[in-house]
């Protein structure tokens, strides 16, 4: 018997996904960040469904049960930004335990209706059921212009890849929370990251409007795995280190713990997008975004056909091959993901 845990979800969803019919009016297809339909309007709708991970600050005792629904919005959200669409509303599935506290499955919804109000969409309620363990699972929609949608698409030589938002936020924090344990665990300076994700909606619009992007991918698993998206056969690249947008926290975890900053900006749970511009047209979509949007190029494609990064003293590294994925490693389970993301143990 192949149980999932010896092939993770990425082979698995390979090997089913190409044998499913794909039904004309499903104008995306399998494989991507959300499903786009064309429902016989003027606009097609997209549609994601998502589970929430347990919040892995809960874990560490620093926010409410208001976070995991809030993960629920940021998820889906993600998601539809990252093929072009403008989220418009949100439903909530709760399967909880009959034991679990009625003030904490009260946050949960709390929380998901405070994030479709920060996001600027609506909450249309959802579903509650009793099972053997806590699962939250979202689901959102959104609406796209036929004309314009993005995918999950190969770059081309000479395209540049571009980022939405700063890298390494998330595994900073809860590398330098671990650390920390019993003695400042609650710091205030890991309670926005940890418990506040957000959404890029702002740079949304660059996606859903402007024709010199022509892929994109949302970052929660990380952007080691959007690099590998993007880069078909014999296609590399090669990052450098002081462009990366890093986040605060990042200077001080990789100091604590000695592994180079670079390495956490591959890692998931950073609630960003990457995405790729055609070579032709970077300098004016440079242009015309310039201090408006969060928004900064990381390289461009090239025929190396090796995904490389560049450190602050020029040395060059591959860019390590560590997905978070179901059955396999996941951030939210922390140890193994996080031993791999850094290059060694953790403690």
Partial sequence: MVRLTDIGEKAFLSSLLPQLAVD???????????????????????????????????????????TWGRLAVVANVSDLLAVGALPKAMMLSMVLPREFSAVDARAIVEGCAEACIDHGIAFLGGDT????????VGA???????????????????????????????AAALTLMRKQQGHGAGNDRFTQVLTLPTARIKEGELLRKDEAIVAACDLSDGLAEAIDIFCGVDIGITLNEARLPLHALVAEAASVTGAPGWRFA???GDWAVAFVVNKSQVSSFQAAIENKFDVHQL???????SKRIRDSNGVLHP?????????????????????????KALD
Wanted: aromatic share 10%; net charge negative; proline share 3%.
């Fill in 24 to 66: 004309p009016s499903f104008v995306n297809g399998f494989g991507h960040d959300a499903s786009i339909i064309d429902v016989g309007l003027a606009q097609n709708l997209a549609v994601k469904i998502d589970r929430a991970p347990y919040p892995v600050a809960l874990r560490h005792g620093l926010g409410t049960y208001n």
């Fill in 129 to 136: 059921k009793e099972g053997s363990s806590a699962q939250i």
């Fill in 140 to 170: 959102a929609w959104g609406i796209v212009e036929k004309q314009r949608r993005l995918g999950r698409a190969k770059a081309g030589l000479g395209d540049a890849l571009f980022v939405a938002g700063s890298l390494g936020g998330f």
């Fill in 266 to 268: 591959l890692a998931a």
């Fill in 299 to 305: 390289g461009s494609f090239d025929d190396s056909g």
């Fill in 319 to 343: 860019i390590p091959h560590f997905i978070n994925e179901q059955f396999k490693s996941r951030i939210e389970d922390e140890g193994i993901y996080l031993e791999l993301l850094l290059g």
